[in-house]
C-alpha cells in the first residue's frame, strides 16, 4: 500500500517554466515531508522540506504548498532549468520513526 | 564532512548466493537506515539501526537482516538472493532522534545484480 501517492510520472518542461508535482498521503500522523532530488548515479538528496503548521515554504527557486486539510502537498520549481532535469520524490515522515514512506517520483525533464 | 559512503558500489550475484552491503554513515550519525529502491516499487524502507540496535523494521522477509557496529559503520546482509532482489540498495545516516525534521542523508548506493 503506497502511503505517499505521487503524481505526474514524468514532465517535460520548458527553460524558464513553472514545474509542479504534487503528492497526497493518507495518514494524519505524518508530520514532516520532504522533497528529495535524484540525479541518474546519485542518492537522493534533500531538496526542501516543510511541516504541516506552514501553508508554504520557499528556498529560491523551490517552493512547497501545503493543504493540511486536503492532505496534499506540491513541490514548484519556478524559472526551470535544464540542470533541474532529475527524479523528484516527496516523502513524509513522523515523530517516533526515524524513517520516510516515499512517493513513486516523478521524471522532470526541461528541455532547453 | 565526508558523506554517507557505501561499498560496493556495483555487484553481480547468483541466485541463492549471499551478499554484504557496507556503510559508514557521516561522522557523529548515530542511526543508518537502508532503503532498496526498483523502478518498480520505488523506494522503500528496510529497517534501521540505532546505537547497535535494530529500532525499526520495514515490510521485508526475514532473508533481509543488518547489524550496525559500535563505529555506527552498518552492513545489511541478503540471503538466498532472488532474481526479484536486483535492486539499489541506498544506506542513509541521521543524527538519529525520532523527532520528525530529523535530516536524513543518502549515499550513493550499491548496484545489485541477481542473474
Known amino acids: 500500500q503506497q502511503q505517499v501517492k505521487q503524481s505526474p510520472q514524468s514532465l517535460i518542461v520548458q527553460k524558464g517554466g513553472i514545474s509542479i508535482i504534487n503528492c497526497a498521503y493518507e495518514n494524519t500522523a505524518f508530520d514532516y515531508f520532504p522533497w528529495y532530488q535524484q540525479f541518474p548515479g546519485k542518492g537522493p538528496a534533500l531538496l526542501i522540506a516543510i511541516r504541516p503548521d506552514v501553508s508554504e515554504k520557499k528556498e529560491g527557486r523551490f517552493t512547497i504548498s501545503f493543504n493540511k486539510s486536503a492532505k496534499q502537498f506540491s513541490l514548484h520549481i519556478m524559472d526551470s532549468q535544464p540542470g533541474d532535469s532529475a527524479t523528484y520524490f516527496c516523502a513524509a515522515s513522523m515523530t517516533g520513526a526515524n524513517n520516510l514512506f516515499f512517493g513513486t517520483g516523478t521524471r522532470l525533464t526541461v528541455i532547453p | 564532512k565526508a558523506g554517507v559512503t557505501q561499498t560496493p558500489r556495483y555487484l553481480i550475484k547468483t541466485r541463492g548466493q549471499q551478499v554484504t552491503l557496507s556503510c559508514s554513515p557521516i561522522s557523529g550519525h548515530r542511526s543508518v537506515s537502508w532503503y532498496q529502491q526498483t523502478p518498480g516499487q520505488g523506494l522503500q524502507f528496510l529497517f534501521e539501526?540505532?546505537?547497535?540496535?535494530?529500532?525499526n523494521k520495514g515490510n521485508f522477509p526475514g532473508r533481509f537482516s543488518g547489524r550496525q557496529f559500535s563505529n555506527s559503520r552498518s552492513e545489511m546482509n541478503v540471503s538466498t538472493l532472488e532474481l526479484g532482489d536486483s535492486a539499489l540498495y541506498l544506506c542513509?545516516?541521521?543524527?538519529?532522534?525520532?523527532?520528525?525534521?530529523?535530516?536524513?542523508?543518502f549515499g550513493e548506493g550499491s548496484w545489485l545484480t541477481v542473474v
Open positions: 542513509a545516516s541521521s543524527e538519529g532522534q525520532t523527532f520528525s525534521g530529523n535530516t536524513i542523508y
Open positions: 539501526y540505532f546505537s547497535e540496535t535494530q529500532r
